[in-house]
């Protein structure tokens, strides 16, 4: 091919896409979908996830506390009590006043202190701290409940430390005539170096346990919900292309306007390439404007390589050219064309991860579906863009996802050539 018939080939077939892009301008339903719904449904859902965060943030459990101990174990367990970020810590004075206002519906629980708490620690001898749920909230005081175990254990802990190091002095005779002062002394030096070392053990148990899935990996939730709700649906609706593209294909074969093409001095190749790009155009488009509304407004990231984003809006554009090429091949009519591409759009956009549901997406929850979920391109496409956009990465770093987008992007457009009939 000479550099004149490539000049030709080229332009050729930016001429057809020019003219399938005026076209699609003039759709303004068409474009609603492309651009208008994409929007408006990542702001919508954004927003949404965004205060039921912000809710989950200001979560918390209203419970009365009686100390009616007077030692120091038991006003480090209040103290504790009133950091804990989840509990609304209100103090009675009376057992009866705070069990009233639970029955009242005010508190969830009451957190009951006994006089000898403290008293009962130091003497090692067993003590109850009551804890009075709703029983309409049992599910919220069972919470409140497993909170105070975990506040009263490392107290339990100092209590026993502290136990265990008089009855070893005593039952040694070593300071039995000592001076109380001096004995103390010696207590709290012990009493220093025990919980020193208990909490050394604590922070590098000898035997740890690591909660593990089947297969392990590292979900890292964005600060900015939008990127994720935002990517998610670009690339949905990237696919939505499809219907559009393959029901305009067979609309020009049956009308004759593609076999006019044909006809004319312009090779088949830049007739194809023609419809591709335009339609390739309008998915960088769709990219480009939501996600710079989104950036302008919401303050979305956009990390730190326009490179990879570059690239992989371009092979996310050419996975849903090639298959929109596809399903025209395999599609008999127009209204065929339109119903297999609308099912792909829904079925491949809920299985690739696009439709967010929770914290971790699909397509890295493992099993079955999650093994569905990497067999489509929404997924990779959501993972570069992830990776990109969330955890800063490189063009480099996101190639095996751009490559597996670049593979089904040839995948469907070898089948569409093998399958579509011209005429």
């Known amino acids: 091919m000479t550099d004149r018939s490539i000049l030709d080939f080229i332009r050729d077939a930016f001429t057809i896409a020019w003219k399938d892009l005026q076209v699609i301008w003039k759709d303004r339903g068409q474009l609603f979908v492309l651009f208008l719904l994409p929007l408006l449904a990542s702001t919508l859902f954004g927003s949404v996830y965004s205060q039921m965060g912000e809710k989950e943030s200001q979560v918390k459990f209203p419970v009365y506390l009686v100390n009616q101990d007077s030692g120091r174990y038991g006003e480090q367990v209040a103290d504790i009590l009133s950091q804990v970020e989840v509990l609304k810590v209100t103090t009675a004075e009376a057992p009866g006043e705070a ?102 053990m604590q922070r590098n148990p000898l035997v740890a346990v690591r909660l593990q899935g089947l297969e392990e990996a590292e979900v890292q939730t964005p600060d900015n919900i939008f990127a994720l709700t935002m990517p998610a649906f670009v690339v949905m609706f990237a696919f939505f292309i499809v219907p559009a593209m393959s029901t305009e294909l067979l609309k020009e074969k049956r009308e004759g306007s593609l076999r006019r093409l044909l006809a004319a001095p312009i090779q088949r190749s830049a007739v194809i390439l023609g419809k591709m790009l335009a339609y390739l155009l309008i998915v960088c488009l769709q990219v480009l404007v939501i996600f710079g509304i989104g950036n302008i407004i919401f303050d979305m990231p956009l990390g730190v390589s326009f490179l990879g984003m570059a690239l992989a809006t371009l092979s996310l554009g050419l996975a849903a050219t090639s298959l929109g090429m596809l399903v025209a091949a395999v599609s008999k ?25 929770g914290a971790v997406p699909l397509y890295q929850s493992g099993g079955v579906l999650g093994a569905l979920s990497n067999l489509t391109p929404h997924a990779h496409a959501l993972m570069a863009y992830s990776d990109l956009m969330v955890k800063d990465a490189t063009a480099v770093q996101v190639l095996p996802q751009l490559g597996l987008l670049l593979a089904f992007a040839a995948v469907f457009f070898a089948i569409a050539a093998w399958r579509f009939r011209y005429d």
């Open 333 to 357: 009519t127009e209204r065929q064309a339109d119903s297999i591409g609308m099912v792909q759009a829904f079925v491949l956009a809920g299985l690739g991860g696009c439709i967010v549901i």
């Open 99 to 200: 069990e009233a206002r639970v029955a009242e519906g005010d508190a969830l629980a009451a957190i009951i202190l006994p006089a000898d708490f403290s008293q009962k620690i130091d003497a090692y001898q067993p003590g109850v701290v009551r804890v009075v749920v709703d029983p309409v909230q049992a599910q919220y005081g069972t919470i409140v409940s497993g909170i105070v175990k975990e506040v009263l254990s490392p107290v339990v802990v100092q209590g026993e430390v502290q136990y265990g190091i008089r009855s070893v002095i005593a039952e040694a005779g070593l300071l039995q005539d000592a001076d109380p002062q001096l004995k103390l002394a010696i207590e709290a030096q012990n009493f220093a170096v025990m919980m020193t070392q208990v909490q050394e």
